[in-house]
């Protein structure tokens, strides 16, 4: 596996507008419309609970991210996770979901949750590697033809 430079996107550093341009257009590419973030990005990026972690290849392009969100003092929501084609199987999908799930970790929140498309055999297989647990089917999540799993992970509690 890969070590994959992973870094946490701030609105101060000096790279925002070139980082969430590549990433804005990674989310076109790979997103259908109707999924995509791509419109509201920034506005995204400015709520106070939500992150995103990046990792850059050598040419400075963006390879893959995550953003995630904790709407609440007890949970967290992995809101988008996205590699660019040419460097899946590698590991990045993975390294940017263990960091987003110890960054969500960090505040004490007892359960991280996403949506996944059933159909979606590498995610879910990722989701599931990382202790991820299916909890219910939402029909037409994405579409009304196209349903999603809710799927969970729970922090052990002290």
Partial sequence: MVNWGIAELHRNSGNWDNLVKDIVKMEKKIFPKHESLAR???EELKKRNS????????????AGYVMYSWPSSISASITKLAVKENHRGR???EALLKEAIHKCGTRKIQRVSLHVDPERTAA??????????VDTLVEGYYSPDRNAYRMYLDFQTD
């Fill in 91 to 93: 590991g990045l999908g």
């Fill in 40 to 42: 509201s990005f920034d």
């Fill in 124 to 133: 879910m297989n990722l989701y599931k590697k990382l202790g991820f647990k």
């Fill in 51 to 62: 992150g995103l972690l990046y990792s850059q290849v050598e040419d400075g392009d963006v």
